[in-house]
């Protein structure tokens, strides 16, 4: 390898990493457009056009902000010049700043935005002519609804509020009092649910006391349920030794009549 051969190598290799670093941070920039807060929300009417000084499809010479003709510049009827936003069409958002004036007369009907072509085309799905200046592939249409978000207002004179049409000379007054920024409604948090006391479990109610447990062991169950009865006063110790003393004497009269007769057989 020659010294020239790799001294261009280097050379092209910081070329690559210089423009590696140019499309990240453009992106990076692209990303956050619209995390900015909104100054002001609406809707309009857009055209397109294609200014490049060229002559060419009504060119009427470099836009007014002095800033080449490029993608994401825009015309507006009141807005200053070098104000910043963005615009939605069919979900799609596409960055823009202000650096032209118009639409003229189209203004008068509501066409209060001018897109330029590539942008245009970006967002209805068609493809930018640089013959023509003009966007093919959309059926030969040059108007489309769009929402527009303003995150920045430029510093000169124009109108800081929705816009209007350019033959009111609002874009050549400065505009002290600007349109109050709309809400940003921001998420809440869920609600945390108070917690449920879970209720206490139910005391378990007390079991009859098992009878068979207050038995005396080797105890039959007559003798057993005869000693759980009440003694009676009546049935009690004394009704028993009543019963008990007759027994006796009882049996004295029977043996008595015995010994009486065997006396009398002699």
């Given amino acids: 390898m020659s010294a020239r051969f790799g001294m261009r190598s280097i050379a092209l290799l910081g070329a690559g990493l210089i423009g590696a670093l140019t499309v990240s941070t453009t992106a990076a920039h692209a990303d956050s457009f619209d995390q900015k807060r909104p100054l002001l929300k609406g809707g309009t009417t857009a055209s397109y056009f ?3 000084s060229s002559g060419r499809a009504g060119d009427t010479g ?3 902000s002095g800033k080449p003709m490029q993608k994401g ?3 507006s009827p009141s807005w200053p010049l070098f104000t910043e936003g963005y615009v939605i069409y069919k979900g799609k958002k596409a960055p823009f700043f202000v650096g032209d004036r118009g639409p003229g007369n189209p203004s008068n009907s509501g066409v209060m935005l001018d ?3 590539k942008t245009f085309a970006q967002l209805t799905g068609g493809k ?5 200046l003009g966007v093919d592939g959309v059926g030969g249409e040059g108007h489309i609804k769009v929402q527009y978000v303003i995150t920045k207002w430029g510093g000169g004179p124009g109108k800081k509020n929705h816009p209007v049409a350019f033959s009111t000379g609002a874009y050549a007054r400065f505009d002290h009092n600007p349109a109050k920024p709309p809400k940003v409604i921001l998420p809440q948090a869920p609600k945390q649910q108070p917690e449920t006391k879970q209720p206490d479990a139910p005391a378990q109610a007390a079991l009859p006391a098992d009878p068979q447990q207050d038995k005396p062991a080797g105890v039959s169950p007559a003798l057993a349920a005869a000693a759980s009865e009440p003694v009676n006063q009546s049935n009690g110790v004394g009704g028993f030794a009543i019963a008990g003393g007759l027994a006796i004497l009882g049996g004295g009269l029977v043996l008595g009549q015995d010994k009486l007769r065997k006396l009398v057989r002699r």
């Fill in 115 to 117: 897109l330029d072509a």
């Fill in 73 to 75: 510049l825009v015309a």
């Fill in 62 to 64: 470099l836009p007014a």
């Fill in 50 to 52: 294609w200014d490049d």
């Fill in 128 to 132: 930018f002519n640089s013959s023509t």
